[in-house]
């Protein structure tokens, strides 16, 4: 028997939890990368590949989210915020993902060994990227309670802190990349000149996922702006 | 007349067959909008619902569903016109509820979207305006039938609107919610009291105690409705006071203990939900048969006549047993499609419905209490409680007048000519 009755159908897929879902998985994806780095650092390249194979798997895995997400979005669907914010906060979320998967894709790839003296400042550096996408994750993890509440209110200006200390997180990362940057640079004249090149690259994109992460942040604040 | 002496057992027979299988479409289909909200934020079990419904549905059909019940049996036709053959009006009443009935079987097999005051409407006005004369059908009364069709989802949709913003500013976005939920939701609980007696008293109990001469004034009915209510809010309070909070909710959501508060109150609305919907749609099914009893038992087609309140007993009797056969498999689907309204949103929801639907039956006119739910769930999603909500569906809705009132119509109109070919 087929009951498709007006009421019912009238609930569409809310899209507040898919979008908390996908960004754990992204969150998640970057979460490896600490780890990654620390087998690197170690030349255990077997642990490498195995993280960087998870991180590949838990990229796809966001894809896909994403995907279906989009699809459930159709423009006949009344959402308590503009359709187009929602997409363009869940492209950015997905972004974190990819630059984690770039990162170690290259890095793996070259089998790139990290100099003795930078192994310190370059996990710190990871740890606080990674530390801006957490925070990214508690705000978004806020979005069902934001529904709650009807995106007004008390919770938007909790919300709102949130992103603020986001928004910190990622001016320190921003100071550590200088810092490692600087020191690199002092390092150069006696590193083969080619994986000078790529370790820069791979300074400026932990930065950028960083940057992404806190672009989230950004996203959301303007989902909230009324 | 001599139609009405020599069939008259076997057309009383008809009109009270026709009218229980009329009442069981209504149970089987329309209960499970009406309780669908509470199953799916699950405040109720499915078992719970079907017993709230079962007694509510009973008790406002009984209690409140005599206006309404009027309007349908006398309001759309005009009876001076059926004064000088009273068997057309029972050929006609008599068709109406067995086109509306099949109409409704056959939406639900093939799962089209229907109202039952929709069908019954346009069955009454089909055999009338076609089988009679278009004058037999008093078309303003129709008009405003019609308008209110399309008034009542608005109102509905206005007080929803209007009840979860104020839930936001009381308790959701407050420093201590789940203290202010305790506080407040014991004044929601008093609301829904209050109207439910209120109606009953100023509407319901005229058709019910109206041999005994018994009656209250506008004052009296208030300060009972009062005291009702406060009966109401107190057994809440008692209850909401069990409820302790957890220190992690499961959900990782902070508002999840606030929601269990709710789902108290939901239990309250959704007792004003069977109740409002008992009082408006069993009409449909009842109102036509009380015509024809009519009929039988005066021999004409008398304006001024009692309905006895029998027939109103008949009828809520049919939604239960329509409710226990089928209703049930249908309140488990619609339950587990709206798992998007939580107990804050739902209630505000059904509470607004609800007040919607009891209004309109103490004024007579037949509303579709699941257009008016719709209303009330677009309020609560404009107030941005709703994760989602489909556009395209109030397409649907609209299709669904569209193509329920011409096949209602168009039914009638087949069994009216049929019956006056059996008896002539």
Redesign the interface.
Known sequence: ?????????????????PMQEHMTAVVEASGRLPGFFEAAIGGDWDTARQLQQEIAALETKADDMKKQLRLH??K??????PRTDLLELLSTQDRIANKAQDITGIMLGRKMAIPASLKEPFQEFVMSAQKTAEQALAAI?EL??L?????????VSLVENMIEKLDDYERINDQQQVEIRSKLFELEAQLPPVDVMFLYQIIDWIGDLADRAQAVGSRLQLLLAR | MTVIAEYGQILLILACVFGLFMAWGVGANDVANAMGTSVGSKALTIKQAIVIAMIFEFLGAYLAGGAVTSTIRKGIVDPAIMAGSPELLVYGMLSALLAAGTWLLIASIVGWPVSTTHSIVGAIVGFAAVGISTDAVAWGKVMSIVASWVVSPMLAGTIAFFIFRSVQRLILNTEDPFANARRYIPFYMFAVGFLIAMVTLLKGLKHVFKDTGFSLNFLESTLIAAVIGGIVCVIGIFLLRRIQPEETPASGNRFANVERLFAILMVFTACAMAFAHGSNDVANAVGPMAAVINVINTGGVAAQSVMPSWVLLIGGVGIVIGLATYGFKVMATIGKKITELTPSRGFAAELAAAATVVLASGTGLPISTTHTLVGAVLGVGLARGIGALNLGVVGSIFMSWVVTLPAGAGLAILFFFFFKGIFG
């Open positions: 028997m087929a009951f498709s009755n007006p009421f019912s159908n009238m609930f569409g897929h809310s899209p507040i939890k979005l159709p006949s669907l009344f959402l308590p915020v993890n069902d309670e529904l709650e509440t009807g995106f007004s209110g008390r919770e």
